[in-house]
């Protein structure tokens, strides 16, 4: 069980990624001692960085740390994957950001995904028959897939956390804290296909 000093987690996202939803988890979990990396799908405006949205319009540019093909799932503890509108819907579009997000999944690790975030959880299989939560306009995609969709600040399910929106930050960051520190959930059953 490693604990937040020993940690290495993994952000993907992309351009249009909610700016709050990525910088407060990767802030907080780096002043607690994480190591952070952030990774990007190569196609981004701007190589090495990626563009937030923020507040109905563009945000800060955040430098990433590596391309979505150099991930080696094993060196990592936990995935943490970003919402806003765009960010989701362009990365459940790229296989490989799906395969990373399902390779995460399959090692038992923790994924921590929050507003239309699930959305790349529904991409890659690993919904059906798990508790989440999301930004409410993807409630009826996630049932659809075979979730149990619950109105909560942050729902845990065998190391899947998922919370609604940046109002929830609060939560979710001390639930992923929670669940990085208690190990990897191998416990739960891969979803059929």
């Not at 995935?79 to 990373?100: E, F, H, K, S, T």
């Not at 507003?115 to 959880?121: D, R, S, T």
């Not at 919370?163 to 059929?192: M, T």
Request: charged share 25%.
């Amino acid at each position: 069980m490693p604990q937040m000093k020993q940690s290495h987690i993994l952000i993907i996202a992309t351009d249009g990624c909610d700016q709050a939803e990525l910088l407060r988890p990767r802030d907080e979990l780096i002043a607690k001692g994480a190591q952070v990396c952030v990774a990007a799908p190569c196609e981004t405006r701007r190589p090495g960085f990626i563009r937030t949205w923020r507040d109905d319009e563009w945000g800060a540019y955040i430098a990433t740390d590596m391309t979505l093909d150099r991930i080696n799932v094993r060196h990592f503890d936990g995935l943490i994957l970003p919402g806003g509108p765009m960010n989701p819907d362009r990365l459940r579009a790229i296989p490989q950001a799906v395969d990373v997000v399902r390779a995460f999944y399959d090692c038992g690790k923790t994924i921590a995904a929050i507003c239309h975030a699930p959305y790349i959880l529904v991409e890659a299989g690993i919904v059906k028959g798990r508790r989440l939560t999301s930004w409410p306009s993807i409630r009826t995609d996630l049932m659809n897939a075979g979730a149990q969709w619950i109105d909560q600040d942050v729902v845990i399910d065998k190391g899947l956390i998922t919370s609604r929106s940046p109002k929830d930050l609060d939560a979710f960051i001390a639930k992923i804290v929670e669940e990085i520190e208690e190990g990897d959930h191998l416990n739960r059953q891969p979803q059929a296909a």
